[in-house]
């Protein structure tokens, strides 16, 4: 299975292409959910810097090493900050999905506008 990041990536290159579709008022409705989330995402991201805790357990080496294990856990490789950016990726290329795929159905229209406008009798 893709990742979400490539899926969304070569669906969006899809609605570009003009092979994926969405109604305009669905498509933007997506598109501002979309930005809703990545402004809470985003502001979890901020916070998160708060979470160090390494020195909150006290001096002792032990304690050091509990808090370190926490941080770890909040900031460090694979931990919370990571995983957050990953979904702040994942949600900007859907946003910028449903806005192209939102796009090509307009422009498909108003192709199908202009060209039963030149038949006749067509209108």
């Known amino acids: 299975m893709d990742r979400p990041q490539t899926l969304f990536t070569r669906l969006a290159q899809d609605a570009e292409n003009g092979h994926l579709y969405l109604e305009p008022h669905a498509a ?4 501002q959910a979309c930005e809703q989330f990545l402004d ?4 979890l991201l901020i916070e998160a810097d ?3 805790c390494k020195e ?9 090493s509990l808090g370190q294990k926490f941080d770890d856990k909040a900031i460090g490789p694979g931990g919370f900050t990571e995983v957050l950016q990953q979904h702040i990726d994942t949600v900007t290329r ?3 999905l449903f806005e192209a795929a939102g796009k ?7 192709e199908n506008a202009r ?4 038949i006749p009798g067509g209108r």
């Open 50 to 52: 708060r979470l160090q």
């Open 104 to 110: 090509a159905y307009v422009e498909t229209e108003d």
């Open 28 to 31: 933007a409705n997506c598109a």
């Open 40 to 43: 809470v995402l985003n502001t």
């Open 94 to 96: 859907m946003k910028y």
């Open 56 to 64: 909150a357990f006290g001096p002792l080496p032990s304690a050091q």
């Open 115 to 118: 060209a039963f406008a030149t």
